[in-house]
């Protein structure tokens, strides 16, 4: 499982047949050493189930609709069509049925990663039952109109097609999931009134929770750029039932599913080291096995690169290419894998690397300073809609603000109208955000009135906005104008939009 496109799961016939031969398992359809392990581990288990191993020449063949995979997860399939074939139990009952899970040599069924996505493409594909790890079962069960058939040992599966009473069973060892990554829900400490002042940069975060618009804070240390990016989850509503079986699904994959959560309805919020390999921010992995990275974690949520020049080369330019498609395509000899990654991009960063906390003490050549902002590329650059340089809070801001300060419920409150009118806006279309309708569109259907958009044609005619950046301030343009509950964005809209997207940069 884990690669294809859009739907994350594929289906695999497996068949077996018993002909005359030296007698021994012979699986076809793999050339992965993964399934040669998985013949020792289905012979043991079936033994350590009670079961003969049929002394027979078997053939097993898998018809795998398209790689990459991981071997282990075919074990029950093959390990049931073995028996089937051998009349242990009677094909009618395994008929239709699709089967999920890896066995232990003692012949328990363990959890596996990625089983959301192959029982949605099982459900896809008409198939009404399909049998899953015991662990596993919650997150099967997400998916509607299908049986799901939870099994903790091959044993207990075998009593179940064979009509017979369950055995009584251990517990279920499975080994414990990696931990999920920060989600809103375990920061849900976290409130933007905490925040003093900077005015200017609620007002961004309010506007790209609102529109889904990529952000960069520059700033010298400890003006709040991480705590302000950190509050940016607590603004967005929770997701809609589509999106969280998406990232769901993608979790699932990772193995980054929160145990004893099923199913992930807040955005996630996902802050990869700077230390980040290219492979665990875009994704990818050794072998046939191909995991998501931090990019595909944070689908339809936040990825938040802080200090953000000190990724490693070509890290950040990785993004580029999944920024534009929503994406990620990773190219293999086998084939491609293809991972949602339609996330919010945000970028912190000091605007040198001493990190001094007031601009007179650094002792950064003014080459060294240019050159350690310049690490974020401008085609990268290009692509964030809202750039804002911040100053640490005065203060007199720090101690009277708090009074004034906005909770993040007020503010979720304006985001989640604003996001209903573009909805209704975009009813008809398969876009649900402002950031998410492709330019020529915006171009086409979504132009403000030409008197809205004096200032855009000035800096078009100056050389001060590209194409592209006209695009995203039109779409910054919208969320405002969406903010503010009018219809069209007004020349102040644009012009703020304009204003965001140029930034002062450094
Ligand atoms: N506007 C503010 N309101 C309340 N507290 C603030 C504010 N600005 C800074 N602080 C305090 O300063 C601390 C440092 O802020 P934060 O870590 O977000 O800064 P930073 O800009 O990310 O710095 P660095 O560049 O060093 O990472 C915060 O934990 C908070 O306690
Ligand atoms: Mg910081
Ligand atoms: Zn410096």
Redesign the pocket.
């Known amino acids: 499982m884990g690669g294809g496109s859009k739907p994350l799961g594929h289906l695999t016939d497996v068949e077996a047949a018993i002909t005359s031969g030296v007698p021994g398992l012979h699986l076809v359809g793999l050339p992965d050493a993964a399934l040669n392990e998985a013949r020792d581990r289905v012979r043991a288990a079936i033994f350590n189930s009670g079961e003969d191993w049929p002394n027979r020449h078997v053939t097993v063949s898998l018809f795998p609709a398209s790689l990459p995979k991981r071997g282990s997860i075919f074990d029950l399939s093959i390990a049931i069509a073995l028996l089937a074939a051998a009349e242990a139990v009677p094909p009618k009952a395994c008929a239709g049925l699709v089967m999920i899970g890896e066995l232990g040599l003692d012949g328990r069924i363990r959890a596996i990663p990625g089983v959301l996505p192959a029982v949605v493409a099982a459900a896809n594909a008409g198939y009404t039952s399909v049998v899953v790890p015991q662990a596993n079962s919650a997150e099967a069960e997400l998916v509607p109109d299908l049986k799901v058939i939870a099994a903790a040992s091959l044993r207990s599966l075998l009593c179940h097609l064979r009509d017979e009473p369950p055995p009584v069973e251990e517990d279920d060892d499975a080994p414990p999931l990696r931990p999920a990554p920060d989600s809103a829900d375990r920061r849900s400490g976290l409130d933007l009134s905490?925040?003093?002042?900077?005015a200017e940069a609620r007002r961004a975060l309010e506007i790209s929770a609102a529109g889904g618009h990529h952000l960069f804070?520059s700033?010298?240390?400890?003006?709040?750029?991480?705590?302000?990016a950190e509050r940016l989850p607590t603004l967005l509503p929770p997701l809609e039932p589509d999106a969280a079986l998406e990232v769901t699904a993608i979790h699932s994959v990772a193995g980054t599913l929160p145990p004893g959560q099923p199913l992930i309805t807040r955005s996630p919020f996902c802050a990869p080291h700077h230390t980040a390999t290219r492979a665990a921010m875009v994704g990818g992995g050794a072998g046939r096995v191909i995991q998501p990275g931090a990019a595909s974690l944070a689908h339809r949520g936040i990825l938040f690169l802080?200090?953000a020049p000190e990724y490693m080369g070509g890290v950040l330019d990785a993004l580029r290419q999944p920024l534009e498609e929503g994406e990620v395509r990773i190219a293999r000899s086998e084939g491609t894998a293809c991972f949602p990654a339609r996330f919010t991009l945000v970028l912190?960063a000091?605007p040198c690397p001493c990190?001094a906390a007031k601009e007179v003490d650094c002792s950064c050549a003014p080459a060294i300073r240019r050159r350690y902002l310049a690490r974020i590329s401008g085609p990268l650059l290009d692509r964030i809609d809202l750039k804002l340089e911040?100053h640490?809070?005065t203060r007199a801001?720090?101690r009277y603000d708090l009074e004034f300060a906005e909770s993040s419920d007020v503010v979720a409150e304006r985001v989640l109208t604003a996001r209903d009118r573009t909805a209704k806006r975009l009813a008809e279309t398969p876009w649900r955000s402002n950031a998410e309708i492709p330019g020529p569109e915006l171009r086409r259907r979504f132009t403000p009135p030409p008197e809205a958009m004096r200032a855009a044609d000035d800096a078009l005619m100056r050389g001060t906005l590209s194409a592209r950046g006209l695009d995203r301030v039109l779409r910054v343009a919208w969320t405002i104008a969406d903010l503010a509950g009018r219809d069209q964005p007004s020349e102040d809209d644009v012009g703020g939009a304009l204003a965001l997207w140029t930034g002062r940069r450094p």
Do not use: S, Y
């Not at 700033?219 to 302000?228: A, N, W």
């Open positions: 905490d925040v003093r002042g900077q804070f700033g010298p240390p400890g003006c709040g750029k991480t705590m302000l802080d200090e912190a000091n990190a911040l640490p809070a801001e720090l």
